[in-house]
């Protein structure tokens, strides 16, 4: 299993916005989390918990994937990935970060067959209150993905572009990547990130990535957590965890919904 981070991965990471580790976790833990999903999804677990209608927003988004938000806060299981130490440190030292806290974890089931829709091409820094915008999220592959069912696609080098305009998510034609060539700008090819269960994928909040709907029959399983550098600031509003009443926009993450998960005070 993978066990550190080097020199080469943190450039690799700073100048593409993404970085992909095969085999960071055993099919022993990916059994534990997948068993921990479809518990989730059995017990109809809301999107967000304690949200108007579950979070749950329509039924064309639901098609896009199955989201639930912050499971670490009422599952055991999940909270064992959501906190490893191990996942933080990496994505610690990639960011080159004095800490990390969690922003909040997301299981996402993207659904299969002909209902199935893509994930549109769009940067994830948008819809968080942050600011500077460099939060970034680890991705793990519970089941394999590959493009057939979904995988993610990255855009090298697409976070230097900076915190664009959010995109409509759910909403065919959408795309952050082309938006931004449709200004004359030059837009990478993406890059798809097929691996087998237990991959992990980090990604700065600003890169450009989608998925392409899940064309088989079976569900893939994704579960990721998204965390917040040490120079980060609460920018004020509302948050997934429901904690931003309690905090001042303009100052640090400091809550206990948002724990610290690797390196220093």
Known sequence: MHSSVTDSDIEFYQENGFIQYREFFSAEEMDRLRSVIDS???????????????????DDYERVFNQMVNMWADNPGAKEFAFSERLAEA?????????????????????????????????????????????????IAVDDVTVANGCLHFVPQSHKFGLLEPI?????????????????????????????AGGVTFHHGCNFHFAGPNQTESPRRAFAIIFIP?????????????????MTAGKPWDHPVHPILAGEA
Not at 170 to 190: C, F, L, N, T, W
Not at 230 to 246: L, Q
Request: glycine share 12%; net charge negative; aromatic share 6%.
């Open 91 to 139: 994505g610690r030292r990639l960011s080159r970060s004095r800490h990390v806290r969690i922003y909040h974890d997301h299981a996402m089931v993207k659904p299969g067959g002909q209902e199935s829709k893509e994930t549109n091409c769009h940067q994830d820094a948008p819809y968080w209150p942050m600011e500077p915008a460099d939060s970034f999220s680890a991705w």
């Open 40 to 58: 989730a999804i059995a017990s109809h677990r809301d999107r967000i918990l304690g949200a108007d209608s579950g979070g749950r927003v329509s």
């Open 230 to 246: 040490d120079h980060v600031n609460f920018s004020g509003g509302n948050e997934a965890a429901g904690a931003g009443k309690e």
């Open 168 to 196: 409509r998510l759910g909403v065919e034609g959408e795309s952050i990547a082309d938006k931004m060539q449709a200004r004359g700008h030059d837009v990478a090819e993406p890059v798809a990130m097929e691996m087998e």
